[in-house]
């Protein structure tokens, strides 16, 4: 991605994992106040000419959340972004985006389905606003159907993964995922007092489960940033994002 769009600010879904707050700046307790970017629309029809490209929708807050049900500003950028011509890349965790499969499916469109487990239990408690596992991966299926190239974003795997990464696998497989992308547990921009009262913590050996799981499946697993020794540098904003 070279250009990052984010059309909200917050975020409804409550992740305990979240790090966006504090790469943000943001108090913890106001992330889940969602900010419309209402003049959003002609920030980006006013840059748009001077910038090229892959832009990024939903690098930092889901475009998809709630609000977009009411809002539309997600959809309005596809709409912009299409007529254009231009390369998308779209994080995710919500079957939402099926809404928007016409305008996907005729552009130059990648998706990432973060899907972290296939427990409704666990996703519950860990993701509690956000949909539930069954809908992301029928959401990745519609997708696919449609000929959007989609993979599957395992981020972060925590301890809540353990035992289970058999079963994650076997379901992203059903859904038609033949790319994953996943990342660990990282706690320097979390609030590790939620997770430490949960008992979860970072997992090493449910990423390696899950990789070796992925490599008998015949699914490319990647660690999200390719080496996992080296990060390479940030997007740019767009449209003030």
């Not at 909200?8 to 992740?15: D, M, N, W």
């Not at 790090?19 to 629309?41: D, F, M, Q």
């Not at 599957?152 to 497989?173: C, F, I």
Request: proline share 4%; charged share 25%; aromatic share 4%.
């Amino acid at each position: 991605m070279d250009y990052a769009i984010n059309p909200y600010g917050g975020c409804e879904h409550g992740c305990i994992y979240c790090y966006a707050p504090g790469h943000t700046h943001s108090e913890l307790s106001e992330w889940r106040v969602v900010r419309v970017k209402r003049n959003l629309i002609d920030r980006l029809c006013r840059e748009l000419p001077y910038v090229d490209g892959t832009i990024g929708i939903g690098t930092v807050t889901d475009p998809y959340q709630g609000a977009e049900r009411r809002f539309r500003l997600t959809r309005q950028c596809l709409e912009v972004l299409s007529a254009k011509g231009r390369r998308v890349h779209i994080h995710t965790k919500s079957d939402l985006i099926l809404r928007d499969l016409d305008l996907l499916s005729g552009m130059d469109s990648v998706v990432g389905m973060t899907v972290t487990t296939v427990d409704d239990r666990v996703s519950k408690m860990t993701e509690p606003g956000a949909p539930l596992p069954e809908a992301r991966l029928r959401a990745i299926t519609g997708l696919l159907d449609a000929g959007v190239e989609t993979y599957a974003l395992v981020a972060p795997v925590m301890s809540t993964l353990e035992g289970s990464e058999a079963e994650l696998v076997d379901a992203l497989v059903a859904a038609g995922i033949r790319a994953v992308y996943r990342d660990g547990l990282n706690l320097r921009l979390v609030d590790t007092r939620r997770l430490e009262r949960m008992g979860i913590r970072p997992s090493p050996e449910a990423v390696e489960v899950l990789d070796a799981l992925c490599d008998e499946a015949g699914v490319r697993g990647t660690d999200c940033y390719g080496d996992r020794h080296r990060r390479t540098g940030s997007s740019a904003s767009l449209a003030a994002c």
